[in-house]
């Protein structure tokens, strides 16, 4: 069973979500939604039982904190996808660091929304040019800081490089001689060490 929580202040626009929600996954769903950070950890305060599915689709400003607050203690047994809406990567690195798996904005048509949504959750995380330099700067920081368990590995520094000069992630595939699903992992990967190893996993 796929349990889903869609979060967002706006009712409107919290439709709108758990619609792209019910396109984006044909088999059975459990969609709850919530206005408000406390209604979402009223709603999912325990973890996942066994063979269950959890996705939070949460709004960047929901109140009354925003997202940060909610994604961290969820991470990573639940796919958490960020709604905003319009690309602001100095907001999305917070979250990719609390344990945003992805993000959806509400700008793009809603068949590009539902498509975004169904590679997140098959595990192709999205990444812009900025999103991968700071993640090089981050990342980089703390191997340079004798931090063993986030120095990046060769394939996920190239892999970061190419991304940070706007090459897609099938191009990158191609340049590193990989597959394509090879290079989402490197990814998901390098998403892992954003969270550090209180979520890593």
């Known amino acids: 069973m796929l349990r889903v929580l869609v ?53 960047l400003a929901l109140p009354p904190a925003g997202a940060t607050r909610l994604l961290r203690p969820h991470a990573p047994a639940t796919v958490q996808v960020v709604t905003l809406l319009y690309a602001d990567d100095e907001a999305l690195f917070p979250l990719l660091q609390a344990g945003a798996d992805g993000y959806l904005l509400k700008e793009d048509r ?18 812009t040019p900025a999103l991968a330099r700071q993640a090089q700067a981050r990342l980089g920081a703390r191997a340079s800081a004798a931090d063993a368990a986030s120095t990046l590995s060769p394939d996920e520094a190239q892999l970061l490089s190419h991304l940070s000069k706007g090459f897609t992630l099938r191009e990158v595939a191609q340049q590193l001689k990989v597959d394509p699903r090879a290079a989402a992992a490197l990814v998901r990967s390098v998403y892992r060490q954003l969270r550090g190893p209180a979520t890593a996993g």
Do not use: T
């Open 7 to 59: 979060a967002d202040g706006n009712e409107l626009a919290r439709r709108f979500s758990a619609r792209v929600v019910r396109d984006a996954f044909r088999g059975p769903i459990d969609l709850v939604e919530c206005g408000d950070a406390e209604a979402v950890e009223q709603a999912w305060p325990a973890p996942p039982s066994p063979g269950e599915s959890r996705l939070l689709l949460v709004d």
């Open 110 to 127: 809603y068949e590009s929304m539902v498509e975004q949504l169904q590679r997140i959750a098959q595990g192709w995380p999205p990444i």
